[in-house]
């Protein structure tokens, strides 16, 4: 899928960029520019940011089943 940087480890995953970046190539008409530009990339440290990217990439996958 081409995630803007490389996953190497399950680390990597915890910022909840990498998924919502996938989420995107899978269908950028649901997960489009708008709902991508929701996900902060600088959640590096701080566990906060990381738990808000992944609570949004949740939602929206959990919509996207109930609607698609």
């Known amino acids: 899928f081409a995630p803007p ?12 960029v990498a ?7 899978i269908d950028a008409s ?4 708008t709902w991508l530009g929701r996900i902060r990339d600088d ?15 949740l939602q929206g996958v959990l919509e996207y089943w109930q609607d698609v």
Do not use: I, T
């Not at 940087?5 to 909840?16: N, V, Y």
């Not at 959640?43 to 990439?57: C, F, H, P, T, Y």
């Open 43 to 57: 959640a590096e440290d701080n566990w906060r940011l990381k738990v808000s990217n992944l609570r949004k990439v």
């Open 5 to 16: 940087s490389p996953c190497a480890s399950p680390q990597d995953l915890a910022s909840g």
């Open 30 to 33: 649901w997960f489009n520019e």
């Open 19 to 25: 998924l919502a970046h996938v989420l995107h190539s």
